[in-house]
């Protein structure tokens, strides 16, 4: 983590992990204690105080950073460099929520069980994404290229950094011209999928909510550790595009990392909440594809040109609400 933070505002470092820790252990022990289908007035309650902590949490990181030296002005950098962040990772993100509803479609997983396998999904994610920001802003510290003249400006060029934002106007160009074959993907064969299966003998039904399960008196593992695995390795898959697609907001791994797990934790409310109006937003993975294409071509262009955080906010939020609003005018007619 950023020395700076540890050293300046370690309060805020430790509000922000006690405040993840007490909501996971209300979630689990406490709200859904019980499996249980979610209902769309709780799942609707949910993304509302998820999204309010996350709000919240960046009027905190402006008040604290604006007792600094740098005062407002850095205190309105770190707000918005965390908004764009959010809301940006929220939207890449919902990409998700379509293989989810075709992964837990596939193993026929009971509606009621549908929220523990998220859960543990999430836990998966606040691992493996802070492994991936901290060892990328690591990474994109150590490879900037000595200052030189291109194009009559001197600029000082990112190896990572660009190799980064060709990644992602490919990854934008290649994702809205695909086909949508996903429906007839076999998640039985994918890594996660093959690697419990690796360990573990996979027993045909489910029992409840258990992982594991006593059959013919041996221990064998449930279709719900199968389902578990394939969520956990699709979402360090989506992870290839949204986390680098961060960095071009900031190169401070404390506000990469809380934007991005406050929008991940978020994540499942908000499946229960579209999960049964999801075709009602058939026109947003063009919209995602755009905002893919624009986040690479500002990382190509940085060092000439500073698109700030405010105007790309602005921009990531245009795209997402015209790709709904053109999804609403212009349903897709296939069920």
């Known amino acids: 983590m950023d020395k700076s933070i540890i050293d300046l505002h370690p ?11 007490i909501m996971l252990l209300l979630d689990l022990g406490v709200f859904n204690k019980n499996a249980h289908e979610v209902t769309s007035k709780e799942a609707t309650i949910w993304t509302g105080v998820w999204i309010s902590l996350a709000m919240v949490f960046s009027g905190v990181v402006y008040w604290v950073f604006n007792q600094d030296a740098g005062g407002h002005e850095l205190a309105i950098e770190k707000f918005t460099q965390f908004q764009a962040a959010y809301w940006i990772e929220k939207a890449l993100s919902v990409d998700n929520l379509f293989v989810f509803i075709l992964v837990f479609g596939f193993f026929k997983v009971p509606k009621h069980l549908h929220h523990k ?10 691992i493996f994404r802070a492994i991936f920001i901290f060892a990328g802003v690591g990474i994109i510290n150590l490879t900037y290229l000595p200052e030189m003249n291109i194009f009559g400006t001197v600029v000082k060029i990112n190896v990572v950094m660009t190799l980064f934002g060709l990644f992602l106007v490919y990854a934008g160009i290649k994702s809205w011209g695909e086909d949508d ?9 994918t890594v996660g999928a093959r690697l419990v299966k690796k360990f573990y003998k996979v027993s045909d039904n489910y029992d409840g909510d258990k992982f594991f399960t006593i059959q013919n008196g041996l221990k064998v593992a449930t279709p719900l550790l199968v389902v578990v695995a ?3 390795v699709t979402d360090v898959l989506f992870a290839v595009d949204s986390i680098p697609a961060i960095f071009a907001i900031s190169k401070d791994p404390f506000i990469l990392y809380t ?7 978020g994540l499942r409310s908000l499946y229960f909440l579209l999960a049964n109006f999801i075709h009602m937003f058939s026109k947003l993975p063009y919209g995602l594809a755009i905002i893919l294409s624009f986040i690479g071509v500002k990382m190509l ?9 405010p105007i790309s906010l602005g921009i990531v939020a245009s795209i997402l609400i015209l790709s709904v609003i ?7 007619k296939k069920e």
């Open 117 to 126: 396998v998220l859960f543990w999904g999430i836990i998966g994610a606040l």
């Open 259 to 265: 934007s991005n797990i406050f929008a991940i934790l």
């Open 326 to 332: 053109i999804s609403i005018i212009f349903p897709d």
């Open 11 to 21: 309060g805020l470092v430790i509000g922000f992990v006690i405040v993840v820790i």
């Open 181 to 189: 074959d996903a429906d007839d993907e076999d998640f039985s064969q």
């Open 230 to 232: 394939v969520i956990e």
């Open 301 to 309: 262009i940085s060092p000439w040109y500073h698109i700030s955080s």
